[in-house]
């Protein structure tokens, strides 16, 4: 083992951490310098940016040092992604505090979220390794299951949400609120990792009965209740953009575990049919789905949102308005749900297009982890977390583009958030820890 | 397999470019489902073979990443429908709620009036619209009441535009009439945008003077260059305070919505600017027409003798003339018909000429025909269709103004203008000038005649009986000791039992200057008055020291 602490270069990953320090730094600049349209500065209006830039750039150093032989490429595209958020909620600071006093301390919450989200990354990759991480998560897969259920259940008891939205989101301890569904992505990702590859064998198999061939219904009942959660999450905490981020997860590490896609379409097709019903039951499900297909029925009350996120996705273009330059914060909850609206304002298409671009390289670089990996487990896990980002992704980004209706979840990376931030970085940790694994030839 | 996987990613990418192109012809609903079906189309498309070299894992799972690819393509095309192809319909997107509330994007109050839109000024350089900064917006001020309707309105929160407003809207925001590369430039600069001025022919003392003659009558004056077609009067009444239809702030708008509404549920309709989109029943002003269009067919002369002994017997309805200043003359010249407006002179003219050849003729000047201008002009008719003037009765109603015509104020002056132009009718405009902010004029319009219906022989012996009217008839009142005048008078009897007023005329030195078109409607002030309006407003623009120009 003494190879693996030999100190190495890491230059690619420099090279490419270069671009988000830069964006970093002249992006602050721009959101000083625009409003006032002046071009005298301070160093004060960019220690923000300097943190940031120093704080990647150490990473990679540290990693470097430390010998880690890890991907090279998904700590820059994180970060750059990072910074994008962090920009534009700086950005929509000022315009906030404007509009209501509750947000005087946005982007300094922000800030703190980010610098201790780098720190859980950093440590995860530090010290996954002398702790045998993989072991653990692996051998106690029935407590990952047990602390998600736990949680889910905590939040229907003691849980809150928005107010109005009858939803419940999040548990608050003291001054911290925590949003549980965020931890249960990842704990849930590990169980079913763990699970399915123990079953694997006997998922991919199948039972016969006479002439006809029936999949493994035993094994099959922990999927049912993993159908049945996801489901429970969406009528009991109404909290849609979770129930449809953790069963899209499930079935594809389901997919990739069984190599079946009937399995899939199952599961979707029953999915669909549960959601159906619930949009019958609920009218609240209802009014969701009226603003995805027409938010113009309804223009001041529900319609609200979706409206103005329209107005602000037109008014970017092309090119955009320029950061700072367009008025994105007229969207009600702008820095969380619809802070794609405020980059496809400021941003234009290109920065839209950039962004989802570079999520998608993110999910194909995280797949490339998972398909170098040994071990089944480590592979299946690999599997989970990078879709975890890759759907939430698209649950978000397609709700706010209305293809699919809007679910209040977060933008990885870039919505305001602690929890999210937290958790997502944390999961890069894990991607990144996996990545340095011994690989397959 | 293999052909049907290639195809189906074939056709996906067509109706995704089919309905990114035809974006403005599919409404939200189809472009969800062609996008839906674009996406299963393309699932398909993700069976591609793949090399069975590859463990069976990393096949799954590069299965499921274009699976994901194709969700972001998805994505993608909706951000470009509306982002780019969908972009202005969405941006531009407004809903009124039964209470009046609106929905409209916030941002057209930030954009449009973060730009410094154009001056409107006269032709003396007298400010008629013009733009005051406050804090980061621009508000748009219209001080001189008797010129602010004719700028229109300006109203991007509420009610949009009209008048030179709107259809100069492109010069007023910059988008044109300035210098291409500097507008790019400032654009992506994100420079505030500048508008260009626009130099009006208008003349704000006389139209502030015609305002002052039509008093509280409903009417209109036009008064215009009869060698340009510069139009230097333009009045109507009643008319409306653009000042209190803008409103900078769209939550602080009821000023606005109260003076709208009582603008709108008016009976007078004050938002209509008579001068170009008022039709009114000519009366005898329209014996000059069938006057020129018998003389241009050759069908009469001015020294030509017809019976007039009081009344007429037409497919067996009497017409009755009122007219003639001598009851006991029988016989009068179509020079004596026009100077004492004789119906029934007109009645037999108008028989001689024939439906057809009134119709082409009446078509040849312009009747039926969109007038090219500054503003919209409603259409002026000879009658609601050609067959209506196959009857005899119609066809003599016609001739001497009653019936079913129809002309604008403005149309009535630019007759008038012709027949002292040598039978050229002008283009009128109203807009003589574009200037971009650094003061250069980046457009000059210049006069252009639009049709020459009649020959100039034809134009100058209508001219000579209009002063022959003026000077020997019933519009002695329209005299100016010192001046060339010439006009007719017109009483046009309306359905309602009323009447409006009619005056057409011109003035000059030697050779006549200027027309003028004067309409009352019905009931607001005799045909006294309007000669009056009409013969002082010549006045004053003969002798304002502009007249030069």
């Known amino acids: 083992m003494r190879t693996f602490y030999r100190p190495t270069l890491r230059l690619t990953e420099f090279y490419l951490l270069l671009p988000p320090a830069l964006l970093a730094i002249v992006g602050m600049l721009m959101i000083f310098l625009v409003p006032t349209g002046q071009v005298a500065w301070a160093w004060s209006d960019i220690w923000v940016s300097l943190a940031f830039a120093g704080a990647v750039l150490g990473m990679g150093l540290t990693f470097g040092i430390r010998g880690f032989r890890g991907d090279q490429v998904i700590l820059p595209l994180t970060a750059t992604l990072a910074i994008i958020g962090l920009l534009m909620i700086q950005r929509l600071h000022p315009d906030l505090t404007a509009l209501n006093a509750r947000y005087s301390t946005l982007a300094q919450r922000q800030l703190l979220f980010l610098m201790v989200g780098l720190a859980v990354l950093w440590l995860t990759v530090m010290l996954a390794g002398p702790l045998g991480v993989m072991n653990w998560l692996k051998r106690y897969k029935y407590t990952w299951l047990l602390v998600s259920l736990a949680l889910q259940a905590a939040t229907f008891v003691i849980g809150t949400g928005p107010p109005g939205s009858g939803a419940k989101l999040w548990i608050t301890v003291g001054p911290i609120q925590v949003q549980p569904s965020e931890i249960v992505k990842i704990t849930l990702v590990i169980f079913l990792a763990g699970y399915l590859e123990d079953k694997r064998e006997l998922l991919g198999s199948s039972w016969r009965i006479g002439r006809v061939s029936l999949p493994p219904i035993p094994y099959l009942i922990p999927m049912g209740l993993m159908w049945a959660a996801s489901l429970l999450t969406l009528v009991v905490l109404n909290d849609l953009g979770a129930a449809l981020l953790f069963f899209a997860v499930f079935l594809t590490m389901l997919y990739l575990a069984s190599g079946k896609p009937v399995y899939v379409i199952v599961g979707l097709v029953t999915f669909a049919l549960a959601c159906f019903g619930a949009w019958r039951a609920f009218s609240r499900v209802e009014v969701r789905v009226q603003n995805w297909l027409n938010p113009w029925q309804d223009p001041f009350v529900s319609g609200y949102q979706p409206i103005q996120s329209d107005y602000a996705l037109s008014s970017g273009g092309i090119l955009g308005t320029g950061f700072a330059q367009g008025n994105p914060w007229y969207i009600p909850a702008v820095e969380t749900d619809y802070i794609f609206s405020a980059i496809g304002e400021e941003l234009g298409l290109l920065g839209t297009l950039a962004v989802l671009a570079m999520f998608f390289l993110l999910t194909v670089r995280g797949f490339t982890v998972a398909m170098r990996a040994q071990d089944g487990f480590v592979q299946l896990l690999a599997v989970g977390l990078t879709s975890i980002v890759a759907f939430q992704t698209i649950i978000i980004v397609g709700g706010v583009v209305r293809i699919i209706p809007l679910t209040g979840i977060t933008l990885p990376f870039i919505s305001y958030g602690g929890s999210s931030l937290l958790s997502n970085f944390a999961l890069i940790g894990l991607l990144l820890h996996i990545s340095s694994l011994p690989k397959r030839v | ?549």
């Open chain 2, 1 to 549: 397999m293999s052909v049907i996987v290639s195809l189906a990613g074939v056709c996906a990418f067509a109706l995704l470019t089919g309905g990114l192109v035809f974006a403005d012809r599919i409404s939200d609903a189809q472009w969800l489902f062609a996008l839906g079906v674009a996406w299963l189309l393309m699932l398909v498309a993700t069976r591609i073979s793949l090399p069975t070299r590859i463990p069976t894992f990393n096949r799954t799972l590069i299965r499921t990443s274009l699976v994901i690819a194709t969700v972001f393509i998805v994505i993608s095309a909706q951000l470009v429908r509306i982002q780019i192809v969908a972009s202005d319909a969405t941006y531009n997107r407004t809903t009124v709620a039964p209470d009046g509330e609106i929905m409209g994007n916030p941002r057209l109050a930030t954009s449009e009036l973060s730009i410094q839109r154009g001056e409107i000024r006269d032709r003396n350089g007298d400010l008629i619209a013009g733009t005051e900064q406050q804090g980061e917006i621009y508000v748009r001020a219209w001080p001189d009441p008797s010129t602010a309707y004719v700028a229109g309105y300006y109203s991007p929160l509420l009610y949009g535009s009209a008048g030179l407003e709107a259809t100069w809207n492109a010069e007023l925001t910059g988008d044109s009439g300035n210098d291409p590369l500097e507008r790019v430039i400032n654009n992506l600069l994100n420079r505030p945008q500048q508008g260009a001025d626009l130099r009006l022919t208008l003349d704000s003392s006389l139209q502030q003077e015609a305002m002052n003659l039509l008093g509280d009558s409903t009417g209109a004056v036009v008064v215009m260059d009869v060698d340009t077609g510069g139009v230097h009067v333009f009045a109507s009444n009643p008319n409306f305070d653009p000042n209190q239809i803008f409103t900078p702030d769209r939550t602080a708008n009821e000023r606005a919505t109260g003076y709208w509404e009582s603008l709108v549920e008016n009976p007078d309709a004050p938002l209509l600017p008579r001068a170009n989109l008022g039709l009114f029943t000519p009366g005898s002003t329209f014996k000059t027409v069938t006057a020129a269009i018998g003389i241009e067919l050759g069908v009469i002369e001015p020294d030509d003798v017809y019976e007039d002994s009081g009344q007429i017997t037409i497919d067996g309805r009497v017409l009755v003339e009122n007219n003639r200043p001598d009851e006991t003359r029988d016989l009068w010249t179509v020079r004596e018909g026009i100077a004492w407006s004789l119906n029934v002179v007109f009645a037999q003219i108008g028989l001689d000429i024939g439906t057809e050849d009134y119709w082409r003729l009446g078509e040849d000047l312009g009747f039926g025909q969109q007038i090219p201008f500054d503003l919209p002009v409603a259409e002026s008719q000879l009658a609601n269709n050609r067959g209506a003037l196959d009857r005899d009765n119609a066809l003599a109603d016609t001739a001497f103004g009653q019936g079913e015509i129809l002309v604008s104020p403005l149309f009535m002056c630019m007759l008038t203008s012709m027949y002292v132009n040598d039978g050229a009718m002008m283009q009128p405009y109203l807009v003589s000038q574009v200037v971009d902010e650094h003061g250069n004029v980046t457009q000059s319009i210049r006069p252009q005649v639009w049709r020459s219906p009649i020959s100039s022989q034809t134009a100058s012996e209508v001219e000579e009986l209009m002063i022959g009217a003026v000077n020997n008839g019933s519009v002695a009142r329209a005299q100016v000791e010192g001046y060339v005048v010439g006009g007719k008078t017109g009483t046009a009897e309306t359905g309602d039992g009323s009447a409006h007023s009619w005056f057409i005329g011109f003035i000059g030195m030697d050779e006549p200057r200027y027309a003028v078109a004067v309409v009352l409607e019905g009931g607001s002030g005799g045909p006294a008055s309007a000669v009056t309006i009409g013969r002082d407003i010549l006045y004053s623009t003969i002798t304002s020291p502009d007249s030069g120009n």
